[in-house]
């Protein structure tokens, strides 16, 4: 198998935005070119992009398609959407890796994209139930934060963990994201804040949950050989792990404080990298919802299990403490655009490996981690490194 | 890069059917496993699905994770939906393909699925145009049909192509779903037929055109080392290409009877493969509408540019020609659900290449082609053999 690397990434403005589709692709596709000078849209072989709902929104189809034309790319090798609910765009890098990593391809572009609040915020909050299995789930009102919420109140009752631990995560995220100038709040947040906060789905309040947000992000992955013609800094994908316990929630495992499937998907990307979990400087965590981070830090092996309350709480996920979680604000201060969420989780580790971070720099960040769940049975995992396997 | 093949197949019934997603999808998995004795969905490792619009006729996205709980299965390598319009499917099997080529995966199903009668089929004819450019082309009526009639009155035009050559196109197919029990259509044409049939844009009349239709395929990809313990008669994937025009009309090369971007997925896949258009005895090949696979023909190289009418008409794409075009009665005869199509291809060669077809058999087939487009300047074909390469 060859080795494979990121050589370039772009983020657009996250938010409620007056962009189409197409504005939004280019000023992700753009951003991600600027980053890779002498790198042309035609040198590209192929794009592939993650995407959840544009047949909903936009009525649109075929995206992939209508991205690469908006950008000048023509693929001659590979071209499709992924699509896995929130987890869309981690899963279209692993479309690009898998084919570069094979020797079917050399140099493509992955790009993750939603306009979600089109035609209006209120049907977007609507088409999010198409996310959950609608038979027998979303039609009874099982929408994701009500799950999440059933996740916590279960995490709460077994170990203790407290409405503050999980405001905590609120307070960090909001906070990182006012360093981030493509995040959707930039206001920052205080614990007061959080905790008084509309409630959502008891205990989750407003400042605990990802919004409804527009954006795109994108990056290009690369064959080894390409990479290190590229640039001297290429960024490796050192591991990969995706694994599944269920999709309706009654198929999970009963405790829904436990995330077995997370636990496998990161054992399965940590040994393919070479790595414990000690070793993640950095890591872009999927926190939907505040309890997600702190189930995540348990089960991607941050802390013990039942300890993420206290991990928070003492700032262990921060800037100076044991691995740097969610530095550009995370799904809930960054927003939560689903196809580009992923994306944008590795193009945030592309600039942090490359000390290129700026006011969000995590110091000596050395090895990244992004984690991407689509529901609370389905994980992926990424590991970055600077140096190669 | 490591060989792969297929070591199972199933198709459920193709038709307006009263049937959900969840339906189609059990019936397809079903005949898939039955093809494979011993093999339990336990044992697969992945799951990709190729579906265009479920968000729109069933309002559900995330169908991939719906899909391996509705059939037992528990994705500990992969897992995601395909999207690429009508080459939904296709890209799907290249997902797996390169997963397992790469080292990443040993064992994966892809399954297509489309529920478009859903809810009803005026409704599917408007969702249709979800797969053009809906800002610039569908919102003024250049959906499919008029597209590919452009080609359909170029190619007469400038080869002397005459309309009986495309109506044989639909009577050649229509005849072969006759033979095939799980086509949408079953009673066969006659060339009056054809000709006096409804037109839906000049020259193209309802029975050179593929209808909408509900339905569901499904195959196993296997790396060769489980191929080999699973089957003693694998077939193998030898080659591959993917090639993009244009996705607007208007970026295609300005003679729509030429579909460059086809001859160039063609070439990749035979060069791959290391045979010659001469060397395919079978081939699935996208006749979304009759013109389309009278210029397939041209571009996969099965006769010269301009010759495919009469090639046709001297019936050297039919049992005891030069090779056998869509033996399973194509898009035309046996309906087009559009993500389950280029997986039902895949089926076909499948069986075809085991000696298994029955009254569809084509004799002492050893090289098989599969040829999925998603509008006229996008195209992917795959190369299947009795031996690998």
């Not at 279209?92 to 094979?102: D, E, L, Q, T, W």
């Not at 960024?235 to 499937?261: C, K, M, N």
């Amino acid at each position: 198998m060859r080795k494979v690397a990121l050589v370039a990434a772009g983020v657009g403005k996250f938010g409620v935005r007056q962009a189409t589709y197409r504005d939004l692709i280019w000023e992700a596709g753009k951003a991600c070119f600027d980053s890779a000078p002498g790198l042309r849209p035609k040198d590209l072989e192929g794009l592939v992009v993650g995407s959840v709902m544009p047949e909903r929104t936009a009525f649109q189809s075929h995206i992939s398609s209508l991205a690469a034309e908006a950008l000048g790319i023509r693929p001659s090798a590979l071209s499709a959407r992924t699509e896995h609910m929130c987890a869309s765009g981690t899963v279209g890098i692993r479309y690009a890796y898998a084919f570069i990593a094979a020797g079917l391809a050399d140099l493509v572009m992955v790009l993750g994209v939603e306009k979600l609040t089109q035609p209006t915020s209120e049907e977007a909050i609507f088409n999010m139930g198409t996310g959950v299995d609608r038979e027998w789930e979303a039609a009874f009102g099982l929408t994701a934060p009500p799950c999440f919420a059933l996740a916590a109140q279960r995490h709460m009752t077994r170990y203790g963990t407290t409405e503050e631990q999980l405001g905590l995560v609120g307070v960090k995220n909001h906070n990182h994201a006012a360093k981030n100038p493509n995040a959707h709040f930039n206001k920052g947040a205080t614990l007061d804040q959080v905790l008084c906060s509309r409630m959502i789905s008891s205990p989750l309040r407003l400042f605990m949950c990802s919004p409804i947000t527009d954006g795109a992000a994108a990056v290009i992955v690369a064959s080894e050989e390409r990479a290190r013609d590229l640039t001297d800094t290429p960024v490796w994908i050192r591991g990969t792990g995706q694994a599944l316990d269920g999709f309706q929630l009654t198929s999970l495992p009963e405790d829904y404080a436990h995330w077995p499937a997370l636990q496998r998907a990161a054992e399965c990307a940590y040994r393919m990298a070479g790595i414990t979990a000690g070793d993640v400087d950095v890591a872009e965590v999927h926190d939907c919802f505040a309890i997600a981070e702190l189930i995540a830090y348990e089960e991607l092996g941050f802390c013990p299990k039942g300890e993420a309350g206290t991990f928070v709480a003492a700032g262990r996920s921060d800037y100076g403490g044991d691995v740097v979680v969610n530095p550009r604000g995370g799904l809930i201060g960054c927003g939560h655009p689903l196809g580009a969420t992923g994306v944008a989780q590795a193009a945030e580790i592309f600039v942090q490996l490359r000390d290129e971070a700026g006011a969000r720099q995590v110091p000596e960040a050395s090895i990244g981690l992004t984690h991407n769940n689509s529901g609370m049975g389905e994980h992926v995992v990424m590991i970055y490194g600077r140096q190669a396997s």
